[in-house]
């Protein structure tokens, strides 16, 4: 089986053929959606030759995620993951979305301390089991989350080993007008409200509500969207402990799609998080 370090994040052809075996597609505005056709035979007997599998998951122990994502990330220039992630804001290269969450996940794990089973409080379990082709299809798309970090692996290394897009002005002028939009709102203002205030201004083009809370995830997880429960893990390691203990310093149950630290914005933006965001851009 070809190893993941080889797979890069399928693009063209290649991606749209993916998304036929793994059950999306694009809808008629260029949205990734899911699909309802089961996938051709044909499809799945090319993505085999092309060193795909298709609905195979890879088993890893956690401590072979930590060493490889460790590695991978030293492998990154932080200005080229900023980059690759305004990349992703605009959208000219959705890929970019995912990196600053898995970059900001694996920078500090090597200083982080080690807890029982030998490995960090980093949200992993013992043993996890990842459809690697599934999951690079879904970076390609433009998802991006920060809940499961076993994710953040096949993401690393892809970009250490086939590197990342950098942002286009477009991208910069996409991110400075998010940015004044986010800084336009009233103190208390919820994520789900920015939300819905984010798609009705039209900014983030080719984007579904859930593509749109990944961006706000990555702006929260490098302090751009700041709070004041939990610190953001682009800054030092953040320990899954911390992490429940910020759910409990929260009013009410945190929705399933909103997840921390974003969770606990009510308004406002970094302005010199913002700057050093957009500085990286060359």
Known sequence: MTPVAARDIPRGDELLLLMRCTGYRFNRNGVATGATAPPHEDDLAEAHRLGRPIGVKEEWAAGEIVARSVAAARALDPDAVLSAFVAGVGGSAPRGRQILISYAWARHLAEAPQGPHGVPDCGLSEVERLDVTEELVRIACGWAWNE??????????????????????????????????????????????????????????????????????????????????????????????????????????????????????????????????TGACR
């Open 148 to 277: 499961i970090p076993a994710r953040c692996l096949p993401d690393l290394e892809a970009a250490a080993s086939h590197g990342l897009p950098e942002a286009t002005g477009a991208d910069l002028d996409a991110l400075r007008a998010l940015l004044d939009l986010v800084a336009a709102q009233p103190q208390g203002t919820t994520p789900g409200q920015l939300e819905r205030t984010v798609a009705r201004a039209g900014l983030l083009a080719r984007t579904d509500k859930y593509q749109r809370y990944g961006i706000l995830i990555g702006l929260a997880e490098l302090g751009v969207l700041p709070n004041p429960l939990l610190a953001p893990s682009f800054d030092r390691f953040v320990p899954r402990a911390e992490v429940h203990e910020a759910h409990r310093g929260m009013r009410g149950a945190p929705r399933s799609d909103i997840t921390l630290p974003l969770a606990a914005w009510r308004g406002g933006v970094d302005a010199a998080r913002a700057a050093r965001l």
